[in-house]
């Protein structure tokens, strides 16, 4: 079975400032793929980025990124710039490639607080 | 993105009383459905899985004959908490996904409070 691991519950992070969360996984699959999701004290669960594990290259979506090392089984969130509105709660998730009945393995989350 | 509705948002019941959260997906077919459980500060529990028509896969230690998943159409899947405890107070959050898709819509939350 696969596993996902967040080992920081908290993080804080100045605006304006640079912020990287972590997030390991464990998996013998070859192709999956690889989620960060935000969710905001309303609760509504907003997907940040995807990666495909085929892909090298590393997604971005504006000010998120993220650092996938498909060895090492990391797959690290990147916010630049940070905003208020970024804190939120935090979910590494993982999903396996094949089958409509794939489902999204969650980590345990972050805490992000945001200082003005 | 897609649009996943829920209904209610939030509800008080008495303990005993069976309560019903609707799951609608507002612009596209889902032909699969997600139920989560979610405890204040944790992450999310996959209840069980859904697909059109059929019975739903429960995950290990979820019962299905207190939680009750139907999904009778493509955009529709309702739980329903038989018998509710105040131990069954929490927040229930539904997703969907299209046969074709890779991302998984998710829903606002519907937030159970058992008395």
């Known amino acids: 079975a696969q596993t996902v691991t967040q080992s920081q519950p908290e993080m804080s992070v100045q605006e304006a400032e640079t912020v990287t969360l972590s997030c390991t996984y464990d998996t013998s699959e070859s192709d999956y793929y690889l989620f960060w999701y935000k969710q905001p004290p309303s609760r509504q669960m907003i997907l940040v980025i995807r990666?495909?594990?085929?892909?090298?290259q590393n997604a971005t979506e504006n000010r998120f990124s993220v650092n996938f090392q498909k060895a090492a089984k990391s797959f690290s969130l990147k916010i630049s710039d940070s905003q208020l509105g970024d804190a939120a709660m935090y979910f590494c998730a993982y999903r396996s490639w094949g089958g409509a009945n794939s489902k999204l393995t969650f980590g345990k989350g972050i805490t992000l607080s945001v200082r003005p | 993105g897609a649009v996943v509705s829920q209904h209610p948002s939030w509800v008080i019941c008495k303990s005993g009383t069976s309560v019903k959260i609707e799951c609608r997906s507002l612009d596209f077919q889902a032909t699969t459905m997600f139920w989560y459980r979610q405890f204040p500060k944790q992450s999310l529990m996959l209840m069980a899985t859904?697909?059109?028509?059929?019975?739903?896969?429960?995950e290990q230690g979820v019962e299905k004959d207190k939680f009750l998943i139907n999904h009778a159409s493509l955009t529709l899947s309702t739980l329903t908490v038989t018998s509710a405890h105040p131990e069954d107070s929490s927040f229930y959050i539904c997703?969907?996904?299209?046969?074709?898709?890779?991302?998984?819509?998710f829903g606002p939350g519907t937030r159970l409070t058992v008395l």
């Open positions: 990666q495909e594990a085929y892909k090298q």
């Open positions: 997703s969907a996904r299209s046969g074709g898709g890779n991302e998984q819509f």
């Open positions: 859904s697909n059109e028509g059929s019975k739903a896969t429960y």
